[in-house]
């Protein structure tokens, strides 16, 4: 069964403790990326991969680093959490399947930081 | 102005009813764009993607690209209470990369 898997899914902590969220994809994508998701502002991409040893900024990147040291992998990292990373985070994976584009995001992890 | 807009709602319609979610976009590089599916809870699931102008079907589902003016829509036929969700449209800023805008969602309830 095609799935992207994320750990963990609910998380308090404290501001400036470092945390990373891992994700974990089966379906040998090249493309991953990571958004948050606040009300209001809808879904906001944070990062993104097009293959390993490859990352680039989306939208809101400051804040968090990503790595990409193998295709399945790519976790987020807060090196010093601050109430304002307190949202919804979502990984996702992309890739062609039968000639069709297909994305599939993970289960997502809520984080408050407090 | 956002990138990419869409009427939060509610929109509450009756089971049956046609249902159409709509976007407007501000980049006339946008070039293809994408529906998602968002159940509450639940990370976004991929509906549709459509690289032109026109409409495209798939099921109960048709999407429909008007880029003289910037005008993405959803339909759906025959609409189901399992259609309640939140609706995410979404284009990458271009072609070869994964940066994606999404909208901020409208969300559809339908009842029996």
């Known amino acids: 069964e095609a799935q992207v898997t994320q750990n963990p899914r609910y998380l308090i902590t404290v501001t400036g403790k470092k945390l990373t969220v891992t994700c974990s994809q089966n379906m040998n994508h090249e493309y991953m990326s990571w958004y948050r998701q606040d009300p209001g502002l809808g879904l906001r991409q944070i990062y993104y991969?097009?293959?390993?040893?490859?990352?680039d900024k989306g939208d809101v990147p400051e804040g968090y680093k990503v790595s990409r040291k193998e295709k399945r992998n790519f976790p987020l990292i807060l090196e010093s959490p601050s109430p304002n990373q307190t949202s919804l985070y979502f990984c996702?994976?992309?890739?062609?399947?039968?000639?069709?584009?297909?994305?599939?995001f993970g289960p997502g992890t809520r984080l408050l930081v407090l | 102005q956002k990138e990419v807009e869409q009427d939060p709602g509610p929109l509450s319609v009756p089971e049956g009813a046609i249902v159409s979610l709509n976007c407007t976009y501000s980049?006339?590089?946008?070039?293809?764009f994408m529906w998602y599916r968002q159940y509450s809870r639940k990370g976004p699931e991929l509906l549709m993607y459509t690289y032109s102008s026109g409409n495209k079907e798939d099921g109960r589902f048709t999407a429909q690209v008007d880029k003289s003016s910037k005008y993405i829509s959803l339909f759906i036929r025959d609409s189901q209470p399992s259609d309640s969700a939140t609706y995410l449209c979404a284009s990458p800023r271009s072609r070869n990369t994964d940066k994606l805008i999404f909208g901020t969602g409208t969300r559809l309830q339908v009842f029996p």
């Open positions: 991969s097009m293959n390993v040893e490859v990352t």
């Open positions: 996702a994976s992309k890739g062609v399947e039968e000639g069709h584009e297909t994305q599939y």
């Open positions: 980049n006339s590089a946008f070039q293809y």
